[in-house]
C-alpha cells in the first residue's frame, strides 16, 4: 500500500513532442506528490509538485495532472527539449509526526530525440 | 546547487569494512533525509532525522545506522559492509518535517562500491 507505481519505465519523444509519465498510488493517506528530476551522476531535483486538492499544476513547460478519485497523477513535458533527457521520478508522502519521507516510483529514462 | 552537501564523493571499499557517510543540511534545514539509489531497488528511504532526533526509519539495515548533530549535518554509518550495499546514497533536507508539504532537496550523493 505504501508502493508508487510509475510507467513507462523509457520513453523516447521527438524534440517539440509532449512527454507523458504517469504514476499511481494506492495510500489514500498521500496529500504531497512531487516530482524529481535527476541527470547521471546528480541528485534528484525538485521540478514540480502538487497538492491533492488541487487537479492540475503548470510551471512553465512542466504541468502535473492530479486524478484523485482514480489515484493517479502524471507529469506532461511540453515542447520536450534534448536536454530534458533525463530520468524522472514520481514520489509521494504522508504528513504526520513520521510524515514527509518520500516513497518512490521506480523512474522513467526520458530520451529527447533532435 | 541544492546547498546540501556530501562527502565524500566516491568511496571504494572491501567486504567487511565500515564506513562513514556525511551531510551537511542547507542553512536553516532542521531536517535530513537518507536514501539509497541501487538498479534493482530504485530510491528507497532508510532513516530521517530532526533538530537531532530520531523521526522515522525505512527500509534501513541493522547494520546502518545514523544521527544529527547539534550544528544539524548527519552521519550515516555502515558497517560489515557487503557487495550488496554498493549503491549511491542520498541525503535530502527540508525546512520541517512532520508536514508533507515541506520540500526535500537533495545533495549529490556518495556512490559506494564495495569490493
Same mark, same amino acid.
Given at each position: 500500500?505504501?508502493?508508487v507505481?510509475q510507467?513507462?519505465? =523509457?520513453?523516447?519523444?521527438?524534440? +517539440?513532442?509532449?512527454?507523458?509519465i504517469n504514476c499511481?498510488y #494506492?495510500?489514500?493517506?498521500?496529500?504531497?506528490f512531487p516530482w524529481y528530476?535527476?541527470?547521471?551522476?546528480?541528485?534528484?531535483?525538485?521540478?514540480?509538485?502538487?497538492?491533492?486538492?488541487?487537479?492540475?499544476?503548470?510551471?512553465?513547460?512542466?504541468?502535473i495532472?492530479?486524478?484523485?478519485?482514480?489515484?493517479?497523477f502524471s507529469l506532461?513535458?511540453?515542447?520536450?527539449?534534448?536536454?530534458? =533527457?533525463?530520468?524522472y521520478f514520481c514520489a509521494a =508522502?504522508?504528513? *504526520? @509526526?513520521?510524515? +514527509?519521507?518520500?516513497?518512490f516510483g521506480?523512474g522513467t529514462?526520458?530520451?529527447?530525440?533532435? | 546547487? =541544492? *546547498?546540501?552537501?556530501?562527502?565524500?564523493?566516491? %568511496?571504494?571499499?572491501?567486504? +567487511?569494512?565500515?564506513?562513514? /557517510?556525511?551531510?551537511?543540511?542547507?542553512?536553516?534545514? /532542521?531536517?535530513?533525509?537518507? @536514501?539509497?539509489? &541501487?538498479?534493482?531497488?530504485?530510491?528507497?528511504? %532508510?532513516?530521517?532525522?530532526?533538530? $537531532?532526533?530520531?523521526?522515522?526509519?525505512?527500509?534501513?539495515?541493522?547494520?546502518?545506522?545514523?544521527?544529527?548533530?547539534?550544528? %544539524?549535518?548527519? #552521519?550515516?554509518?555502515?558497517?560489515?559492509?557487503?557487495?550488496?550495499?554498493?549503491?549511491?546514497?542520498?541525503?535530502?533536507? &527540508?525546512?520541517?518535517? $512532520?508536514?508533507? @508539504?515541506? #520540500?526535500?532537496?537533495?545533495?549529490? *550523493?556518495?556512490? %559506494?562500491?564495495?569490493?
Amino acid at each position: 500500500q505504501q508502493q508508487v507505481k510509475q510507467s513507462p519505465q =523509457s520513453l523516447i519523444v521527438q524534440k +517539440g513532442g509532449i512527454s507523458i509519465i504517469n504514476c499511481a498510488y #494506492e495510500n489514500t493517506a498521500f496529500d504531497y506528490f512531487p516530482w524529481y528530476q535527476q541527470f547521471p551522476g546528480k541528485g534528484p531535483a525538485l521540478l514540480i509538485a502538487i497538492r491533492p486538492d488541487v487537479s492540475e499544476k503548470k510551471e512553465g513547460r512542466f504541468t502535473i495532472s492530479f486524478n484523485k478519485s482514480a489515484k493517479q497523477f502524471s507529469l506532461h513535458i511540453m515542447d520536450s527539449q534534448p536536454g530534458d =533527457s533525463a530520468t524522472y521520478f514520481c514520489a509521494a =508522502s504522508t504528513p *504526520g @509526526y513520521q510524515g +514527509g519521507k518520500l516513497i518512490f516510483g521506480q523512474g522513467t529514462e526520458l530520451s529527447v530525440k533532435p | 546547487d =541544492s *546547498g546540501v552537501t556530501q562527502t565524500p564523493k566516491h %568511496l571504494i571499499t572491501a567486504t +567487511g569494512q565500515r564506513v562513514t /557517510l556525511r551531510c551537511s543540511p542547507r542553512s536553516g534545514d /532542521l531536517s535530513v533525509y537518507w @536514501y539509497q539509489q &541501487s538498479l534493482d531497488q530504485g530510491l528507497q528511504f %532508510l532513516i530521517q532525522y530532526y533538530n $537531532g532526533e530520531e523521526r522515522a526509519k525505512g527500509n534501513i539495515l541493522e547494520r546502518f545506522s545514523a544521527q544529527q548533530f547539534p550544528d %544539524l549535518h548527519s #552521519e550515516l554509518n555502515l558497517s560489515s559492509l557487503e557487495l550488496g550495499d554498493s549503491a549511491l546514497y542520498f541525503c535530502a533536507s &527540508s525546512e520541517r518535517a $512532520g508536514s508533507s @508539504y515541506n #520540500e526535500q532537496f537533495f545533495g549529490p *550523493g556518495t556512490r %559506494l562500491t564495495v569490493l
